[in-house]
């Protein structure tokens, strides 16, 4: 890259990378291409990759190897998570390179770390920024199936399958992902201590578990970054104990240790007892399903087995999710509605197991989208059709 086009770079950092490609550049001497992808990316940085956005000299892919790369956030979990499974911590492999954020965080756990990605430009960008983010990673740019048949025994492989067949379609099957993990199991785990996969979000983690086969998988992580799943991590060894399922969202880690989680339901026939609190399941809880786990370490109960809502009569500040105050509860009766909506003119709305949409309940209710209150539409464990209006306290 010329002093020219990096000063147009600088120059044009926060501007509409549209609006620059249609008024163009008069300057030949600039690489106006380059310079609009590197906008482009430096932009899309600032709000994935913090630490890389404030890093002078730094080269961006083309636009997908950035869409599709991890965030900052998920990548300092997975760091951390290195650390914590890893007491030799000599080398990590990483096979499957892409942009090479995991990597550029993972290695701090490591005395060294190599990156391997077949694609040549993309190996470029990274080779060139890894200089300055993690100078004890070594790059090789070929197959990560080829590398694979000569690697000696390391510390820890890491892989994030590629989820797109060769028409560019998606695909969220660990069988249909490049490379196929399952056919590489074996080699894998006789290579290295720990292996670590990144699966896509889309999956059952219980049939993750399955195929990968339940006696080499020691621990699911299910990953949410403000509430929205964003990956599943599967950790690997020769022989794995009891199975570790691990709920993530942001700050917020819950650890369940069972053999096979299970979806909970109610013992009890009764009609459920709504209480003073109500709490929503984050996102990790919600993909993970454990919600009989929920109830025996947070001691709430659920409204009922299809609405994925606890309740309590006492608040649980370590609940993993988001928890409210009850103000009121009303039927669908017009009577009942209007005196429990006497003063709200507008409210968030969430339904969970209700036979109208959120949209169509706002239009029913003539509520505008707002402000503290909140109403949770849902269906008890009797069948009745309920509103439970809120207030949050977290």
Same mark, same amino acid.
């Given at each position: ?40 990316? +430096? ?6 990759? @913090? ?14 190897? %950035? *869409? ?16 914590? +499974?890893?007491?030799?911590? *000599? ?31 993309? #190996? ?56 196929? =993990?399952?056919? +590489?199991? $074996?080699?894998? %785990? ?5 292996? =670590?996969?990144? +699966?896509?979000?889309?999956? $059952? ?12 998988? !020691? ?8 509430? *929205? ?27 369940? !240790?069972?053999?096979? @989680?299970?979806?909970?339901? @109610? ?23 454990? #919600? ?12 009922? @087995?299809? !609405? ?15 928890? #409210? ?28 197991? #209700?036979?109208? !949409? ?37």
């Amino acid at each position: 890259m010329n002093d020219k086009t990096r000063d147009f770079i600088e120059q044009n950092s926060h501007a509409d990378v549209r609006q620059l490609a249609l008024k163009g550049c008069r300057d030949k001497d600039v690489d106006f291409a380059l310079a609009l992808r590197q906008i482009a990316g +430096l932009q899309k940085a600032r709000q994935k990759l @913090p630490s890389w956005a404030a890093t002078d000299g730094l080269l961006y892919p083309q636009h997908l190897s %950035l *869409e599709q790369c991890s965030s900052e956030q998920t990548a300092l979990y997975k760091k951390n998570l290195c650390r914590r +499974l890893t007491a030799a911590a *000599e080398r990590l492999v990483d096979l499957t390179g892409g942009f090479g954020v995991d990597i550029s965080f993972m290695s701090q756990a490591f005395k060294e770390a190599t990156y391997v990605e077949q694609n040549e430009e993309l #190996f470029a960008v990274v080779k060139h920024n890894m200089q300055q983010l993690a100078p004890n990673v070594t790059c090789t740019c070929g197959d990560g199936v080829a590398v694979l048949h000569q690697l000696e025994h390391v510390s820890m492989i890491y892989m994030d399958p590629a989820r797109r067949d060769t028409h560019g379609a998606r695909t969220y099957g660990i069988g249909d992902c490049t490379p196929n =993990v399952l056919e +590489l199991r $074996d080699e894998l %785990l006789q290579k290295a201590d720990v292996v =670590v996969l990144k +699966l896509s979000p889309m999956l $059952d983690w219980r049939k993750a578990v399955e195929d990968l086969g339940p006696q080499y998988v !020691s621990e699911v992580h299910i990953v949410s970054a403000q509430n *929205e799943c964003k990956e599943l991590l599967i950790v690997m060894r020769q022989q794995a104990e009891a199975l570790q399922l691990y709920c993530v969202n942001d700050e917020q880690v819950w650890l369940v !240790s069972a053999s096979a @989680p299970t979806t909970m339901v @109610p013992s009890t026939d009764e009609p459920a007892e709504i209480g003073i609190y109500l709490y929503e399941p984050n996102a990790s809880i919600m993909k993970a399903g454990c #919600f009989a786990e929920v109830e025996k370490a947070f001691g709430v109960k659920q409204l009922a @087995p299809n !609405s994925h809502l606890f309740t309590s009569n006492e608040e649980r500040p370590q609940f993993p999710g988001r928890r #409210f105050r009850i103000t009121a509860a009303t039927t669908m009766n017009k009577k009942e509605l209007k005196a429990a909506l006497a003063d709200i003119t507008k409210a968030n709305i969430s339904v969970r197991n #209700f036979p109208l !949409s959120a949209v169509q309940l706002r239009q029913r209710l003539k509520l505008k989208d707002g402000g503290d209150h909140y109403i949770f539409a849902t269906t008890l464990r009797n069948g009745q059709h309920t509103l439970l209006i809120c207030q949050r306290t977290s």
